[in-house]
């Protein structure tokens, strides 16, 4: 009697516990506008928005911001910004700090870009968000 009290409430708890809202998703390695996999909606805020500048002949800064500047705090913040290449070896990267209570972060990071710009490196602007996984897009446009 005592075994079969043991196995009920086993599969109650079992089965009461799991939805399939609470089932773990899938993490994907890198997350992008065209596939935000389970973060749909989080694109605009995420993506990372960039330009090249050339300040002198030979010399490019990339310039990363977000979107949003009341978007991100010291719950929901961006931890680093980068560009890495096909293996995801940092090519450079900056950390950021974790905002103070009360405080907003908004992100305008300028990057040197003392390497080769190749398409075939594959090389991706990234942000990391503590969150959210880490968004890319790609540093150059692809063929």
Same mark, same amino acid.
């Given at each position: 009697m005592k075994y079969q009290i043991l196995v009920?409430?086993?599969?109650f708890v079992?089965?009461?516990?799991?939805?399939?809202?609470?089932?773990?998703?899938? &993490?994907?390695? @890198?997350?992008?506008?065209?596939? !935000? *996999?389970?973060?749909?909606?989080?694109?605009?805020?995420?993506? &990372?928005?960039? @330009?090249?500048?050339?300040?002198? !002949? *030979?010399?490019k800064v990339l310039i990363v911001r977000t979107e949003d500047p009341k978007y991100f705090d010291e719950n929901h913040y961006i931890q680093?910004?980068?560009v890495y290449n096909k293996d995801k070896n940092d090519l450079v990267s900056v950390?950021?700090?974790?905002?103070?209570?009360?405080?907003?972060?908004?992100?305008?990071?300028?990057?040197?870009?003392?390497?080769?710009?190749?398409?075939?490196q594959r090389q991706m602007v990234y942000i990391r968000c503590n969150l959210?996984?880490?968004w890319v897009a790609p540093l150059l446009p692809q063929n």
């Open positions: 009920l409430s086993l599969l079992i089965s009461c516990g799991i939805s399939e809202d609470s089932k773990p998703k899938d &993490p994907q390695a @890198e997350y992008t506008a065209e596939t !935000p *996999g389970e973060w749909a909606g989080l694109e605009p805020k995420h993506t &990372p928005k960039f @330009e090249i500048e050339s300040i002198i !002949p *030979g010399k680093r910004v980068g950390s950021l700090d974790r905002p103070m209570k009360g405080k907003f972060q908004s992100v305008n990071v300028r990057l040197d870009l003392s390497f080769p710009l190749e398409v075939q959210h996984d880490t």
